[in-house]
Structures are given as structure tokens and as C-alpha cells.
């Protein structure tokens, strides 16, 4: 008799578990796509690193780009169109804290893909901060920006294209999903249905026994 209640009772939740995993993964990011905003910018901005210093070269005081400078640092920005559709002219300053521009103060690019990237224009907004406009931004594309200086530069980033979602966060914070946490997910998800209809079962039992023991 037991044997015949093992499917209703233990397989059937786990049976649906299964089925509600796979079908969450197949439909959920079909939801997703139909709640993305239209227009939509990811940005992610590191603080700037240390990429050579005086002590690199014996204490002294080294060339880049032409400039003699004791130390070097790199800060690296991302975009990323993760909309639905293209933008064009889309706009943002790259607001940089300082009194005067540095010694040394060099911006370089890259986009990915580079032969369906529109033209990047940059332009001088006050001693260092620039305003940059990419013509157009479409969908899936990234552009790349590295910021390489003699001091470490207070960089902050402020979309400036109305219509458009930017969300903008320090690049450490990025996190993402592998297979192997996916996979624990299914888990301890089917490990869950198989506790939660034990302890249904077990349950009322002993709370029979105590009763029974306590007449």
C-alpha cells in the first residue's frame, strides 16, 4: 500500500518542481524582454588604478605620451545598450573633479562590435570633464572608454539624453549567474518538495502518537 502512495505522495511535488523550474527558465526571460525599457543604457565605472609608479622605474621620474610624470593611473568606463532599440545622439558627460587639467590626461576607445558602432565624438567641458555623443547607439553595442592620467581623477559619469534609462554603478559590483549556481538552484529546489511533503506526512503522525501516548 505504501508503495502505490510513493507517486501521489513524494514524486508528483517533484514531479511539479521540476516542471515549474524548466518552464520559469524557458518562460522568464521571454517576461524579461517584454518588461525591458525600449531605451536603456548600462554603465559601469571603476575607480581609478595604479598602473605605474616612480618606485616601477628605480625612483625616478618616467615618460608617457610624451609627459614625465611619477605615476600613472587608469580608469575604465562601459556602456552598453541593453534596450531594445537604437538611440541616436546619445549623450553623456564625463564629469571629472578637478581645478585644472593634469599633467598627463589622455582618453582612448573601443567599441565592441566595431563595424556596426556609430561615430564617438568627444569635446572639452570645463579643465578635464568632456562631453561625449554617440550618434548611434544600437542595441547590443558597447563602448569602452579608458581613462589613463598622472593623478587619480574623482571621474563621475552623467547621462545627459532625456528619453533614455542610464543606470550607472561601480564595475566591482557585477555579479552574474553561472550554470553551476543554476544547477544548485534545481537542487535544493527538488531537495525542498521531497522535505515539504515529508514533514507533511510526518507531522500529523506525531502529533497522533504524542496524543495517543498522552490518553
Keep these: 500500500m505504501a508503495r502505490s502512495q510513493m507517486f501521489p505522495s513524494y514524486i508528483f ?34 575607480e581609478p588604478a595604479e598602473v605605474l609608479t616612480s618606485r616601477s622605474v628605480g625612483n625616478r621620474d618616467y615618460k608617457l605620451f610624451d609627459q614625465k610624470v611619477n605615476a600613472s593611473y587608469l580608469s575604465t568606463i562601459e556602456l552598453k545598450n541593453v534596450g531594445k532599440t537604437s538611440i541616436d545622439n546619445y549623450l553623456f558627460t564625463i564629469d571629472v573633479d578637478t581645478d585644472k587639467e593634469p599633467l598627463l590626461y589622455r582618453f582612448f576607445y573601443t567599441t565592441e562590435p566595431p563595424h556596426t558602432f556609430g561615430v564617438v565624438k568627444f569635446s572639452n567641458v570645463g579643465p578635464a570633464s568632456k562631453n561625449v555623443v554617440i550618434d ?65 506526512d510526518f507531522i500529523p503522525w506525531a502529533v497522533n502518537r504524542c496524543f495517543r501516548k498522552s490518553m
Excluded: H
Design 136 to 200: 548611434r547607439f544600437i542595441e547590443g553595442n558597447q563602448l569602452n572608454v579608458s581613462v589613463i592620467s598622472s593623478e587619480p581623477l574623482a571621474i563621475d559619469i552623467i547621462p545627459n539624453t532625456s528619453g533614455v534609462m542610464s543606470t550607472v554603478k561601480p564595475k566591482d559590483i557585477e555579479s552574474s549567474y553561472t550554470m553551476e549556481d543554476i544547477v544548485y538552484v534545481v537542487v535544493f529546489s527538488v531537495l525542498f518538495a521531497f522535505l515539504l511533503r515529508a514533514a507533511y
Design 13 to 46: 511535488p517533484t514531479v511539479l518542481t521540476l516542471i515549474g523550474l524548466i518552464g520559469g527558465a524557458v518562460v522568464g526571460p521571454m517576461i524579461q524582454d517584454l518588461l525591458m525599457p525600449e531605451k536603456e543604457v548600462s554603465i559601469k565605472l571603476s
